[in-house]
């Protein structure tokens, strides 16, 4: 149990697009997921917090008009990064929490984004 | 977004002895504290937590070890096996709180 799923696993695009990953929990509800971002050799820093059926809240420096963030659903949450530059190439992780009585996130297994 | 972006430290060791790996965290609020496993290109694995009213939990190979004096946490993995090498990190948060921030993680190399 607690499976959490991340579609694409790995997307290469041309800067200015925008790329949608999906961040599914499978067996359980989310009721809320964190999105990180991850470069290199580095930790994961999270970027926001989302709770179903309201706006994410960012961390400091994230910016929220690049990173989309829409968690339409207890088990959906999705991060669009709009008008993707080189420098948002990251392995982005999603995690959700929600099972009644637990501290713990579940993680997904990571998208790896390449913007050429 | 809150997290320490350093370069990974390593620890090697030999396989079958005993691994030590520490994290020391920053909010004195934080009252949860979790291992996280990560491999190469993979999410984080949940490895073992430990709440502030505890200075010790033990779980299969695994011992976590909570100093609050000293803002200190590790986690010691017993007989540690090829199969361990890997990325490990610690994470602090509350309970009843949503955040969990990142410590800057340690790189296990098990040397066959």
């Known amino acids: 149990g607690a499976v959490v799923s991340q579609h694409p696993s790995w997307v290469i695009c041309k800067s200015g697009t925008s790329v949608k990953i999906e961040c599914r929990s499978l067996d359980f509800q989310a009721t809320t997921m964190f999105w990180y971002r991850q470069f290199p050799k580095q930790s994961l820093m999270l970027m926001a917090t989302?709770?179903?059926?309201?706006?994410?809240?960012?961390e400091q420096g994230v910016e929220k008009d690049k990173f989309l963030i829409n968690h339409a659903s207890l088990t959906l949450s999705t991060l669009t990064v709009t008008s993707a530059h080189p420098e948002d190439s990251s392995f982005y992780i999603c995690?959700?929490?929600?099972?009644?009585?637990?501290?713990?996130?579940?993680f997904g297994p990571g998208t790896r984004l390449t913007v050429l | 977004g809150e997290s320490v972006g350093l370069h990974l430290p390593t620890l090697s060791v030999q396989e079958g002895d005993n691994s030590i790996i520490n994290c020391a965290y920053s909010n004195s609020a934080s009252d949860y504290f979790i291992w996280y496993k990560q491999e190469s290109g993979k999410g984080p694995q949940f490895i073992i937590d430990i709440r502030s009213n505890m200075d010790k939990r033990q779980g299969q190979r695994v011992t976590v070890l909570l100093n609050k004096t000293v803002k200190h946490l590790s986690l010691q993995i017993a007989a540690t096996q090829p199969g361990d090498s890997a990325v490990y990190f610690c994470a602090e948060g509350y309970t009843g709180g949503f955040k969990t921030i990142f410590g800057a993680g340690t790189r296990l190399f098990v040397k066959a």
């Open positions: 995690s959700a929490k929600g099972l009644a009585g637990r501290n713990e996130q579940f």
């Open positions: 989302s709770n179903e059926g309201s706006k994410a809240t960012y």
